[in-house]
């Protein structure tokens, strides 16, 4: 679970959220939506532990070695010397340097692949790829360190309407199977396959009235 106690949100010198109490349970598929610049990143950095809350207190149960994580701007330079492979095999590193242990890493990144449609860019170079591709090699690496709890920043950036509705059916799926999925998005087509919906507005937090299921 991760639980926000009446938290302050945002930076020393620009607060964003005020008074902010929720709770996101494990098996939650939660859409985070609202406008460009209301702190829709700024509140999952939050839950992760990557920001520190301005007061209040917020708890996440989930294990960092077991939570995949895409953020919003691309961590990686367009001209990062790696293939498809090595960037996603690098989430299976990045969870045994945390203390989890993969079994079968190779079979781990070929479900990644396969689940993001990209089998034939296992061996291409990261430098050579479109925009849309660079993307779905990301949140293939965000998959393979998802044991618990994935979270994605604004995973359809460069995707096609396609490849958009592949991932948010996807999604379900994943978090059918267990997984507890959070996901920040300005696209709406997302809203219908949630759980639930929060929205980020006015400085606050709010809960919208959940998915279709």
Request: hydrophobic content about 40%.
């Amino acid at each position: 679970m991760i639980e926000f106690v009446d938290a302050g949100i945002g930076y020393p010198h620009a607060p964003v959220l005020e008074h902010v109490s929720l709770a996101i349970a494990s098996g939650d598929y939660v859409v985070i939506h609202g406008e460009n610049g209301c702190g829709k990143s700024t509140l999952v950095k939050t839950a992760l532990g990557i920001v520190k809350p301005l007061s209040g207190e917020v708890r996440n149960a989930f294990a960092p070695a077991e939570t995949g994580y895409l953020t919003q701007l691309n961590p990686l330079r367009f001209d990062f010397p790696a293939t498809c492979s090595e960037i996603i095999m690098s989430g299976i590193r990045s969870r045994r340097r945390a203390g989890a242990c993969a079994n079968e890493p190779e079979e781990y990144m070929w479900l990644a692949l396969e689940r993001m449609g990209i089998e034939d860019l296992e061996h291409a170079d990261y430098r050579r790829l479109s925009g849309g591709q660079r993307q779905r090699v990301l949140i293939a690496r965000a998959l393979v360190s998802a044991q618990s709890l994935l979270v994605l920043d604004e995973p359809t950036n460069e995707l096609d309407a396609q490849t958009t509705q592949a991932l948010f059916a996807l999604l379900r799926q994943l978090n059918e199977g267990g997984l507890t999925v959070v996901m920040v998005t300005h696209d709406k087509g997302a809203l219908p396959y949630a759980s639930r919906m929060l929205r980020v507005a006015d400085g606050a937090v709010s809960e919208d009235r959940g998915g279709v299921r």
